[in-house]
């Protein structure tokens, strides 16, 4: 006897059903293919600039270290190395999670197309985020690699983890900025926006350059609900331990982990809106 | 019989105080090449959502391929093929790839989607762009790639939703023509679309659907031979002159209609009516008897006035 159409059905949405995220994502490494070009040359040149820049140029004219780890003073180089590496993965973020965003729903208009296969809205987000994520782990692994290779990392061990503290701090900074994208119907230059006033500030008074402490305190509240500063602190740790002073690394992680899984809800109930409608 | 593939009873879809969709009924048999007509803001594309299992109805009953589109989503829109009003293929895509990518959502091997997507590039006569950008390709090509699209997981039902808008007249008749292949094979066919024309073209039965309700339903012939007569015939007199030659003309034949440019007689017998006003001394400026089409149907149904 052949299969009813119900059964034929079931069979062949089991596999979308359980996969179906990383079919998205499959698709959107294939487009980033694209501009994988960009991808590379940025991962790679970026941290060679900022490395060469700061740990040869601006390191040159302090002459005292300005931080310290658990074991005292450290090198201006070891301190600045884990926030940059952070930064980048939340410049990952702010590419993947805004303008890519908004392309998918309004101007390639792929998202509509991926709504129509059996995969539903919440894989489509999370399709997204796996791409991203695996975006952010490849930038972040070069990152970590070229400051080992200029002697940033105090241990070379535990340092290791920093891209993946990376990631943490590139989601905790882009699912809440995915949940806003998913939002807009129109761009009207609020992604400049962002970037502008929030991603700039954050960068700028995360404790990125100079720890936060040295901060008048009525800007450090800046640095608290930085994922910059909280993921830099993380691989600070990671890198040359903490000094005495310095905020539990529980509590970085913490903060990290609510702010990604806020962004995520947010997200996810973004997309099913905005892909049933109507 | 055999049972159908989509059944909606009393369908129903309301968006605040809007009711989009009025509680219309139909069923579409497996095989069967179905339209939805209806001018812009009937109900059609509403329509379509709840079928292709993206758009919750508000109320009524809905079986697509004997599930519940509310429960049953992804194993509905995993025997489905939908070509959307609006292309969305990827652009950062080439030709080949975006068949491939799509296939995969459906979670067929790579290596299948493979040859599906060769198959279909024959099939949509786009051998020769395989490798082009997405961008490169004219409308007409765009969507027969979106059309061989909606074809990688061989789908059940194959959904258009006005699949020749803006297409040149080539354009359309080569569409028209794969799709017409497909129909011979057997696909069910459910497509909306504002040009009778390609109602006429492609489907077994329409259902005309305005302000949310079903108007009329039945195959082009019938329809015309219902809402319409054999032929038509129609007179210029010039602008002022066409209202007091319609009056004179009024008892030669069941319905009259007068357009500012022009007055339409709809009869059986299209010479014999043109005689006749010949020898009532009328001499309109122009004369036409053409046989009664279904844009004649759809006009009476929905009205003349433009709905933007």
Redesign the interface.
Known sequence: MTA???E???A??????R??AW??A??QL??MK?YGWTIVVGSVGNPLLYLLGIGLGLAAFLDQPIASGADGLVDYVWFVAPALLATAAVTVAMDEFTFVIMAGFKW???F?????????PPQIAAGLVISVVLRMLFTCTVYYLLILAFGAVGDPLTGALMPLVGVLGGLAFGLPLMAFSAGLTEDKGQFALVNRFIFTPLFLFSGTFFPLATLPTWLQWIGWISPIWHASEIGRALSYGSPPDAWPVGWHLAILVVLAVVGWVLARRMFVRR???? | MTAP?IAAHGLTKR?GDFTAVDGIDFEVPPGESFGLLGPNGAGKS?TM?MI?A???RTAGDLSV???DPDS?????????G?V?Q????????RVR?NLI??G????IPRSVCATRADELLGFAQLEEKRNAKVDDLSGGMKRRLTIA?ALI?EP?ILMLDEPTTGLDPQARHVLWDRLFRLKERGTTLVLTTHYMDEAEQLCDRIVVVDKGRIMAEGSPSALIRQYSTREVVELRFGSERNADAAVQMAGLVERIEVLPDRVLLYAEDGEAVLERVTDLGLHPTTSLVRRSSLEDVFLRLTGRSLIE
Not at chain 2, 72 to 80: N, Q, V
Request: hydrophobic share 40%; no cysteine; glycine share 10%.
């Open positions: 009813t159409l119900p034929v059905a079931t062949a949405a089991a596999r979308p059903r996969f179906g079919y998205i499959e698709h294939r487009g694209a390639r208009r792929i509509w197309g991926m709504n129509a296969s059996p995969i539903a892909l049933r409608a109507g | 593939v968006f509403t959502r292709g993206v758009s919750q391929l004997g599930l049953h989503g992804p194993e509905i829109r995993s025997l489905l939908v959307p609006e292309d969305n293929l990827d652009t950062e895509l790839d990518v799509y995969r959502y459906f979670g699209r997981n059940r």
